[in-house]
């Protein structure tokens, strides 16, 4: 049973070594030149002129969980994708209904303005 594992393990060890090596290289051959400016918390050119704390408009927000919902849709699609031969029309008309929720939900987020950007 584990052994099924086993190249998603090699997988996830090869990833994080070839990323350690590329940022030790990094770190070793790239140039050390600080300076004020480099060191400096904004690199945007120009000096702070709010609080770091200010509010964000609640359509930042909105538009994030949307983002992130439409994300996770995708994400049930792929499994869905693979085993649908295997799961037949249940399986189909379901995703369908599904599909179909999300879809609604997106018409009345539309609708009501939430991704407008003013």
């Known amino acids: 049973m584990l052994e099924n594992y086993l ?12 990323g350690g090596v590329m940022i030790a290289m990094g770190f070793m051959l790239g140039p050390h ?5 480099k060191l400096s918390p904004y690199e945007c050119g ?3 002129f709010e609080d770091s704390r200010m509010k964000f408009d ?5 538009v994030a969980i949307l983002f992130i919902l439409f994300d ?5 699609l ?11 029309w249940f399986g189909y008309i379901a995703m ?10 997106f018409i009345y987020e539309w609708k009501k303005g939430a991704l407008e950007w003013e």
Do not use: Q
């Not at 030149?33 to 400016?37: A, I, L, V």
């Not at 996770?72 to 049930?76: C, G, K, R, S, V």
């Not at 792929?78 to 037949?88: D, N, R, S, T, Y």
């Open 96 to 105: 369908s209904i599904f599909l179909g929720i999300l879809v609604i939900g």
């Open 58 to 62: 609640v359509r930042y927000y909105l």
């Open 33 to 37: 030149r600080p300076d004020s400016e």
């Open 72 to 76: 996770l849709e995708i994400a049930f």
């Open 46 to 48: 120009f000096e702070a």
């Open 78 to 88: 792929f499994p869905w994708a693979v085993v649908l031969k295997e799961i037949g």
């Open 7 to 18: 190249p998603v393990l090699i997988f996830i060890v090869v990833g994080i070594a070839v």
